[in-house]
Nanobody, 120 residues
Framework: QVQLMESGGGLVQPGESLILSCAVSGSFRRIDAMGWYRQAPGKQREAVATIASSGGRSYADSVKGRFTISRDNAKNTVSLQMNSLKPEDTAVYSC??????????????WGQGTQVTVSS
């Protein structure tokens, strides 16, 4: 069994910062790409940032220069540093990871999500 658990969501004012973290637990051989997605009310889920096992990063245009994704391969965690938050960043943020398990191959796993609200 593999589980992803997010933490760090909350209510902040515009311009403030927030850090989201996601920890992977369970039995697996390795973790490949990891990432963060978000879904705002009435909108489709969108990719926010991804990071490869090698460290290569990609970001949505809307968050470039404000958000930074990082991972700790020793601790099986991925984090999202969010600066200069805007009301339009309000959404449920979910982490995802491509995980290889014995006899099951590679598949994507998701956390339950954490709410981020940016409001004055």
């Amino acid at each position: 069994q593999v589980q992803l658990m997010e933490s760090g969501g909350g209510l902040v004012q515009p311009g403030e910062s927030l850090i989201l973290s996601c920890a992977v637990s369970g039995s697996f051989r390795r973790i490949d790409a990891m990432g963060w997605y978000r879904q705002a009310p009435g909108k489709q889920r969108e990719a926010v940032a991804t990071i490869a096992s090698s460290g290569g990063r990609s970001y949505a245009d809307s968050v470039k220069g404000r958000f930074t994704i990082s991972r700790d391969n020793a601790k099986n965690t991925v984090s999202l540093q969010m600066n200069s938050l805007k009301p339009e960043d309000t959404a449920v943020y979910s982490c995802t990871a491509s995980i290889v398990r014995a006899f099951l191959g590679s598949r994507d796993y998701w956390g339950q999500g954490t709410q981020v609200t940016v409001s004055s």
